[in-house]
């Protein structure tokens, strides 16, 4: 049997809101490290992994590894039913084919029970190997979000060039070109606004807007985002999800010839 | 002639809202007691019964009881070129086919007089007999619109169960099944949060969301919204209106084999 | 070489989104007086002038006159990446075929470089002559939107008849008529919130509210609104910008016997 329980139903409802665009179907493995959910988008472009660590939980209770094969849509759907102050409890049984959501008020007069379908579904897990990166960059996530959003007014592509203290986002189209600087902070009174430049190596690197915008939507989950980055290997955008684990996507960069729409 | 005043005309803009998705077109009856309405909606399911007292108006004159025939959509839309805070005149000739709506703003600055053509509508009025009910459920109308919008996710019908001390409000559908409890509030500090149900003899009877739905566009009416339920006769959702009057909205059970889909 | 700055983006933002639901493409016409345009709207009925004085900006430089002709939409979507506090330069070389939005945000972190693609559009300047007017009303710009838009739920015209002390806008159409009457203010506390009428001769004019809408699009950037009429001449719906300039739309009566739609 598996049940663990949250003291806000928020986080779980933001980490849905996070996932619901870029993915339709995906298994949560549980397991007693906690829950945890890798998937290629649904154009296999991407890849999205999850993890909440049962540290996090109030309570976590796990008898055997199981894995739970969900629509993606209607277990947002579903969490959408839970207000953000409410506690949550996720229930399944070991052979079951049923995973249970319970939400209840704080003041106790109302609890809701949903029992959602699940589904069979066949993921194989990929590998994530540990990787050094040649820059890491760390900025509000909110800032983050509008670069992305702003710059896909101009193009397709934002292309990042990290060097030591700032980082350049651009992007070239019909209607002209844009180029947008962001400075490390000098000071940093307030961690959430910071900006910070950790630079290996320079890098100079292409990716396509179009997911960009699909992870930024795991803005509200963190004040801060990261940017990892290294040549030949996939981008990592990760939102750190407080005392509970991250929402971290994957993306490749573009190769050169494909750069220039 | 008519002619009646209210300081504020947001009362009656709630109260067009709460009508004009669920009927097209509607008499008010207008006499010494005040302003009345009942209509079935569009397809002939539910009924619909607004009172608006003589005694919650600043004036009220009424020389001869008439009917004014309305299109719903175009005296709401009317009443939405009123503020919430500006005073109101509904005035009308008896033999007329015109119904003034004269709106004045709070510093005297602005009058808007809208003259709205009447219609000749031909509706029988049903009479709905006083009635005991098995059940009446009082609580926060907000948590009622709530719920029925979350089960809208899972299923078409809604069953409503109420014994002693609370209700049970459950859906099934393709996606799973889900259950909402509401317990009865045990100390009630703030008559406006509290759950209280009343049960002479417990009812398991079900209803159709799509309706349900409709009737919780009068929640802007009223903090709190009744339920009163009983075996084979309709179920009354109302919302009383401050001083003035009410909305209530009849709606019969589904029949058992209507149940499943 | 063409260099001017501002200490806010939010002033240019808003005038953009009162032009380019009228103008699809326009000329900013660039001398040592500043910054203006004209056009027609795109079905050649209304026009649009705007002024923003060199006194206005931070730093002004304009070494040759020059004329950039832009793609309003474009212009307006590069604008909207301009946080409201960021400050803003506009730049352009002298025989160039680019305009240059160097948006900084206040902290001094975030530095956005937008280089806009210029179009050579030949577009006629007309004179318009200075008049006197029968009839100047001041009123709050949001007031005015109120009452375009709500009397276009009646008819598809305004009459607007202004005597010594107020003003009517009335309109009429198939569901019924309407008439808002706005009295001049007795005494001003507040000139934001003033009514004040000038007439030197009583009018009565009727204009298209189709036009009038769009026009109502400025009503961000002031809370006054000016109305200048007089009979055979279009009427003037002016919008001052605090210490910069002004937007100012001209729109032809509609002669009587267009009236009656």
Known sequence: MFECRLP???????????????IKEAVWDVS????????????????????????????????????????????QKLMKCAS???????????NG???????????????SEYEMKLMDLDIEQLGIPDQEYSCTIKMPSGEFQRI??????????????????????????????????????????????AVTVEVN??????????YLNFFTKAT????QVSLSISPDVPLVVAYEIEDLGHVKYFLAPKIENEDDE
Request: charged fraction near 25%; glycine fraction near 6%.
């Open 148 to 193: 992305c959003r702003d710059l896909s007014n101009i193009g397709e592509s934002v292309n990042i060039t990290v060097v030591k203290g700032g980082v350049d986002f651009s992007a070239k189209g019909d209607i002209g070109n844009a180029k947008i600087h962001v400075t490390e902070s000098s000071n940093v009174d307030n961690e959430k606004d």
């Open 32 to 75: 007693a490290q906690g829950l945890s959910l890798q998937s290629m988008d649904s154009s296999h472009v991407s890849l999205v992994q999850v993890t909440l660590r049962t540290e996090g939980f109030d309570t976590f209770r796990c008898d055997k590894n199981i894995a739970l094969g969900v629509n993606m849509d209607t277990m």
């Open 201 to 210: 190596e320079p890098v100079n690197l292409t990716f396509a807007l179009r």
């Open 8 to 22: 806000k139903a928020e986080v779980l409802k933001k980490t849905m809101d996070a996932l619901k665009d870029l």
């Open 97 to 111: 084919d049923l995973l249970s959501l319970i939400f209840e008020s704080p003041n106790g007069e109302k609890t």
């Open 220 to 223: 509200p989950l963190s004040g």
């Open 84 to 94: 953000n102050d409410d506690n949550i409890t996720l229930k399944s049984e070991d």
